[in-house]
């Protein structure tokens, strides 16, 4: 374990050298810079913690060791040999919390996140499937204790929604819905169909971390800002005011559209925000492909044109097929209960990260 403990010992080193920094007034002056510090300071300071109980022990360890070997009375060696006992497997498990803290943890984790659900093949049940998703997660983020917020929708043909964006908010957020992205996929008898024939259908979720300014600057002589007048659900104001705001960032052509707020600066806010979402998630993406192509990554590729899951209504269950688990109550499931998927996905990215560190 002595390359456990020189990793700990370094990274005690850096947490003291960060402790300096964020006192220091020409740091806390550049905010992009403070930020960045604040954020790993509080990511160190949990491994700290641990890493000074874990050499306690180890220390401890060591003197029992060093009574039941060199001293001669009886009793001294008797209590050594107790402490040596409790002290073992508290030193096991240390390890293995300590393990889990050393995970590289993704430095977007905390943040909030804008969710992009697009209907894909398979025309008004796509649309339909849309809807239910969307319901799921509002279920699922009202059980996390999560503020879920439309910022756009577009509404399916006859019934559902082609596209759909909405904003979650609270702990730890996209630390739990990254998962999410890619092709979900539903196998189900339409409404519509009058032979009982079991049809496919399949819609693209993206989850995007929320940018923060000092994630990501946007110039704003490269957005083109468009006014016009809302259409579908939100009363009779929609129609009467030039309400609906649609940016483009002219670069990179990227077209964000916002309609569902009552007012043209609440939509023009939360278009902006979807937009340097939108702009710094194509960073993001250019980094996990890079990784991706050093380490192929079953849980979270950045690809979100691989079929990660199929929900199965004839038969009840719902396949996650990256980890291969099966959860035989889709029912529950699509009413939010999600959980012990993400746990699972959590666990299978976790133990992939242990073994790509060699811990």
């Not at 641990?50 to 039941?68: G, T």
């Not at 730890?172 to 009982?196: A, D, L």
């Amino acid at each position: 374990m002595s390359d456990l403990l020189q990793k700990l010992e370094s990274i005690n080193i850096r947490f003291e050298e960060v402790a300096q920094k964020i006192v220091d007034p020409e740091i806390i002056s550049d905010m992009k810079r403070y930020v960045k510090l604040n954020k790993e300071y509080k990511d160190l300071e949990d491994i700290v913690k641990v890493y000074k109980k874990y050499k306690n022990v180890l220390d401890n360890i060591a003197s029992s060791k060093e009574v039941l070997s060199a001293d001669e009375d009886a009793d001294f060696k008797e209590m050594a040999k107790i402490e040596l006992e409790e002290l073992l497997p508290e030193k096991e498990k240390l390890e293995e919390d300590i393990k889990l803290l050393l995970v590289p943890k993704d430095p977007n984790d905390d943040k909030n996140v804008i969710v992009e659900l697009r209907a894909g093949s398979g025309g008004d049940e796509s649309c339909i499937f849309v809807e239910d998703i969307y319901r799921m997660y509002t279920m699922y983020a009202k059980n996390k204790g999560w503020k879920l917020e439309v910022v756009n929708s577009n509404e399916g043909g006859t019934t559902g929604y082609r596209e759909l964006s909405f904003e979650i908010s609270g702990e730890e957020v996209y630390g739990t819905m990254k998962f999410e992205s890619g092709v979900h996929r539903v196998q189900r008898v339409p409404e519509t169909e009058s032979q009982g024939r079991v049809h496919t259908s399949a819609i693209t979720v993206a989850v995007m971390p929320e940018a923060d300014e000092v994630d990501f600057t946007l110039n704003m002589a490269d957005v083109k800002k468009d006014t016009y007048r809302a259409s579908g659900a939100g009363g009779q104001h929609v129609n009467k005011t030039e309400s609906a705001v649609r940016l483009t960032h002219i670069p990179t052509n990227t077209v964000v559209e916002c309609q569902d707020g009552r007012s043209q600066h609440k939509n023009y806010e939360k278009a902006l925000q979807v937009l340097r979402t939108r702009l710094y998630q194509a960073e993001v993406d250019k980094q996990e492909q890079a990784r991706a192509a050093e380490r192929k990554s079953l849980v979270s590729t950045g690809d979100r044109s691989a079929k990660i899951r199929t929900y199965n209504y004839p038969q009840g269950r719902v396949t996650d097929h990256r980890i291969n688990k099966t959860i035989y109550n889709l029912s529950a499931f699509m009413n939010g209960d999600m959980q012990e998927m993400i746990d699972a996905l959590r666990m299978a990215e976790n133990a992939e990260k242990l073994k790509a560190g060699g811990l």
